[in-house]
């Protein structure tokens, strides 16, 4: 499966940013989609996932602030971002964990500042 991320940018603290996830490939062997965050120093973590029976997942730091819809018509997992704080920045990637394997798509940058 092939991930194109994309949506990345600045943002001031308290704004919101879409990221956005595009999939192809052997749709159907996708079992879960999901978004990781790396900032620098720090390890890759998992900050939303959504399985293939719609139930998501979300990491303590950005429940209630950070949503992960999909468009399974255009294949898409979007990661919608509210309420960003510095603790935010970093570089975000689309994951997918499919029966073939996992895959990863490039990283979009995510700046949170004033």
């Known amino acids: 499966v092939q991930l194109q991320a994309s949506g990345g940018g600045l943002v001031q603290p308290g704004g919101s940013l879409r990221l956005s996830c595009a999939a192809s490939?052997?749709?159907?062997?996708?079992?879960?989609m999901d978004w990781y965050r790396q900032a620098p120093g720090k390890r890759r973590d998992l900050v939303a996932r959504?399985?293939?029976?719609?139930?998501?997942t979300y990491a303590n730091s950005v429940k209630g602030r950070f949503t992960i819809p999909r468009d399974t018509v255009k294949n898409t997992v979007y990661l919608q971002m509210n309420s960003l704080n510095f603790e935010d920045t970093a570089v975000y990637y689309c994951?997918?964990?499919?029966?073939?394997?996992?895959?990863w798509g490039q990283g979009t940058q995510v700046t949170v500042s004033s």
């Open positions: 994951h997918a964990d499919t029966s073939l394997g996992t895959d």
């Open positions: 959504i399985d293939s029976d719609g139930h998501t």
């Open positions: 490939g052997r749709i159907s062997s996708i079992n879960v």
